[in-house]
C-alpha cells in the first residue's frame, strides 16, 4: 500500500521506467563463472572504508586536535562516552584490517592477471587506493597523542626530510615547523578527516564505475574474453550479493570480537622531551622501515620512492596476453618474492628493538 503510494507518487515525477531498465540491467548482469570467494575481497575494502567513516564520526563528537586535549579526549571516549571503547577499537582495528584486506585484494587482482587491458586504469586507481589507505593510517596514528605515535610520526616524518633536493621542505611542510607539534596534529587531522575520505570517496567512486563497465574479468587471454551472456555466469543477484553479505556479517563480528579481546592501549601522553626506549612505526611500515634501516640512506630512499611507482606502471611493463597464473610464470616468480620480501623484512623490523629515534 505505502510502496504503490510511493511508487505513484514518484512516477508522476520522473520517467522510472528509464531509470528502471539500467538498474535491472546491472542488478542481474551475470559475472563470469570464474568469480569466487577470493572476488569478495574489493568489497570487503568497500566495507571496510565505510565502517571506517561511520566510527569516525562518532569518534569526531568527543575529539579535539590539539596537543593540550587530543589525549584526553580519546582516554574520554574509551572511558566515559557511551560505547565510546567500542567505536574506537573498531575504528583502530578497522584501519589494520583494511590495510591487510586492500593488499589481499591487490593481491588477488594480481595473481588472476586482472590489471591487463583494458583494465589498467581500474589498477592504477588501485594502486591509488592502496597508498591512501597507508596514508590514512600514518596521519591516523598521531591523534590519540599518545608517546609511541609522536615518536612514530618523528620517525616517518624524518624518513621524508632525507629524500634528496625536495626532503627538507616536504619534512617541513609535513610537520608544520621544526619538530612534531600542534601544527604537525592538525595537518594531520584535516587530511586524516577531510582529505582523505573525500579523495578515496571519489577514487573508489572511478575504480567501482570502470569495474561495472567493464565486467570482472576471466581468466582468458587479452582479447579472447567471452562475456557471459544473459543465464550464463553467476548471477549478480542474488548470488554474489549474498556472499557479499556474508563476509559483511563475518568482518563485523571479527571487528566485535577484536575489540573486546585485544584492544589497543591508549599508552602514555605524547611527551616531546623523552624519547620512549623503543620507537616503532605500524607493522605495515616495518618492511620499509628495515629497507631505509639496512641500505645505504639514499639507496633505501630510492628503493622505498621506487616500490610505489613500480606499482603503477605494472600493467604497462607486462603486457604478455595471458591471464592464468600458471601461464604467467615470470609475473608469478616476482609477485612470490615480493610478498616474501615483504614478510621476512616485517618480522625482521618486527623483532629488532630499535632505540633510535630516527633510521636514516
Ligand atoms: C579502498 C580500496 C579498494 C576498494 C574499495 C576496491 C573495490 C573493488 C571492488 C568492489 C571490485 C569488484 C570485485 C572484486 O574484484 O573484488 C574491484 C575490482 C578491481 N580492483 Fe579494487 N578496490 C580497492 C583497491 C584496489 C587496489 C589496491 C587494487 C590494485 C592495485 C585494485 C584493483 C582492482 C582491479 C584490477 C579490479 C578488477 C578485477 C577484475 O576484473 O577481476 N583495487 N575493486
Not at 586482472?114 to 589498477?123: A, G, N, Q, V
Not at 620517525?155 to 621544526?178: C, D, F, S, Y
Not at 597464473?325 to 616468480?333: E, F, G, I, W
Amino acid at each position: 500500500m505505502v510502496k504503490d503510494t510511493l511508487r505513484r507518487w514518484l512516477a508522476e515525477r520522473f520517467d522510472l521506467e528509464q531509470i528502471k531498465g539500467p538498474l535491472q540491467a546491472q542488478i542481474e548482469k551475470p559475472l563470469p563463472k570464474n568469480v569466487s570467494w577470493f572476488h569478495t575481497f574489493g568489497s570487503m575494502s568497500l566495507f571496510l572504508f565505510v565502517s571506517q567513516v561511520l566510527t569516525g564520526i562518532l569518534l569526531l563528537v568527543y575529539y579535539r586536535p590539539t596537543p593540550g586535549e587530543a589525549f584526553e579526549s580519546v582516554k574520554f571516549i574509551m572511558t566515559k562516552a557511551t560505547m565510546g571503547w567500542l567505536y574506537r577499537q573498531i575504528h583502530a582495528w578497522g584501519a589494520n584490517l583494511m590495510v591487510i584486506i586492500v593488499f589481499l585484494h591487490m593481491l588477488r587482482t594480481f595473481v588472476t592477471g586482472s590489471y591487463k587491458k583494458p583494465r589498467e586504469l581500474t589498477w592504477v586507481f588501485g594502486v591509488m587506493l592502496f597508498i591512501l589507505t597507508l596514508v590514512f593510517g600514518f596521519t591516523g596514528y598521531l591523534l590519540p597523542w599518545n608517546q609511541l605515535a609522536y615518536w612514530a610520526t618523528t620517525v616517518g616524518t624524518e624518513v621524508a626530510g632525507a629524500i634528496p633536493g625536495a626532503g627538507e621542505w616536504i619534512k617541513t611542510l609535513l610537520r608544520g615547523g621544526e619538530s612534531v607539534s600542534g601544527e604537525t596534529l592538525s595537518r594531520f587531522f584535516v587530511v586524516h578527516v577531510i582529505v582523505l575520505p573525500w579523495a578515496v570517496f571519489f577514487i573508489v567512486l572511478f575504480h567501482l564505475v570502470l569495474v561495472r563497465f567493464q565486467g570482472i574479468a576471466t581468466l582468458e587471454p587479452v582479447g579472447q574474453e567471452k562475456k557471459p551472456k544473459p543465464g550464463e555466469g553467476i548471477p549478480f543477484f542474488p548470488h554474489h550479493v549474498t556472499k557479499e553479505g556474508m563476509v559483511f556479517y563475518l568482518l563485523l563480528g571479527l571487528l566485535v570480537t577484536l575489540a573486546i579481546l585485544a584492544p589497543f592501549e591508549l599508552g602514555e601522553k605524547a611527551d616531546p622531551l623523552q624519547t620512549p626506549f623503543a620507537i616503532k612505526p605500524e607493522w605495515y611500515f616495518l618492511p620499509m622501515y628495515q629497507v631505509i634501516k639496512y641500505f645505504p640512506k639514499l639507496v633505501g630512499i630510492f628503493i622505498v620512492s621506487l616500490a610505489p611507482l613500480f606499482l603503477f606502471i605494472w600493467p604497462f611493463i607486462d603486457r604478455s596476453k595471458e591471464r592464468h597464473p600458471l601461464k604467467r610464470p615470470v609475473a608469478m616468480t616476482i609477485g612470490i618474492l615480493v610478498v616474501l620480501s615483504l614478510l621476512v623484512l616485517g618480522m625482521m623490523g618486527y623483532l629488532s628493538e630499535s632505540k633510535k629515534t630516527c633510521p636514516v
